[in-house]
C-alpha cells in the first residue's frame, strides 16, 4: 500500500491522470474500473482535458463501474449511469457500447449480478480502479459488515450513507434502500487500484482505513492486502494519519524510473 500525499485535490486527480495515461500507454484496450461520487470529479475533468488535447486515448478502453442505485433508470439524474455519462463518457472518445455500469432496472438482478462478474472475467479482468471512500469505510456500497470475500451483489444502504447521498436528491426520502455492487473480491482482483480522499471530513476514516485494524467494519482496510494500491489523498485527508511524515519521505526519495 503506497500513500501518497499531495497539496490538493487538483493534485491529486493529476497524478492520477497521469497514472491513467501511463496505463494507456501501454494498453490501449485496458479495463477501467470507475467510481462515482464527487471525489473522483477533478480526476474525470482532467481525464477530459487530456482527451481533448490528444493526450489520451479512450477508443479502445471498457470500463466498468462499482455501483448503481437499485430503482433508479439510468435516465434519472440521481442515478450513476447518468452521472458518468454527464461526469465522463459524453466529453470523452469511449464508445458507448463499452462502457458497463449495474442496471439499477435489471427484473432478474441477482442475474444481472452474475452476468456483470462474467462480463469483467470475459474482458480479462480490470486493469485499474478507481475508488471513492464512504464516510463509513465503504467502498463502492459494500457497507461495514460486507464480506470481505464478496462479488458483485445486491446490497442496503446503511443510514449515514443514505445521509450523506441525500444531498443529491431533493430529500432523504428519495435516496433508495438498495443497491448493487461489486463486492469486496471482486475490487481486491483489480490489478491496480487508486483510492482517492479529499477534506478534512475524509481524514479520521482514512486513517481508519490506512493504518486501523483489517475488518469487515471498515471495508476499505481490506485494502491493506492489495499488493497495487496508491492511496492518493489530499493534505487535509491526510491529517489523522500517524506515520504521515513517512509516507512524504518514502515518496519524496523515489527514484527517478518509479515517479509518477
Ligand atoms: C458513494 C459511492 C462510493 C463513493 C462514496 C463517497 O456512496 N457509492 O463509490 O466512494 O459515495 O462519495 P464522495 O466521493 O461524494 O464523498
Redesign the pocket.
Known sequence: MEVIIQPSAKDCAAMGARLIGKLLDSKADAVLGL?????PLPLYRELVRMNRSEEIDFTGVTSFN??EYIGLPGDHPCSYRYFMEQELFKDINISAGQTHVPDGLAVDVSEQCNAYEEAIRACGGIDLQI????SDG?I??NEPGSSLGSRTRVKTLAGK?RED?ARFFDSIEEVPRHCITMGVATIMECRQILLFAFGEAKAEIIARAVEGPLSSMVPASVLQMHQEVKIIIDEAAASRLEHADYYKEVFAGKPAWQCI
Open positions: 467510481a462515482t461520487g464527487s471525489t462499482l455501483d475508488l471513492g471512500l464512504g465503504h463502492g456500497f450513507t447521498n
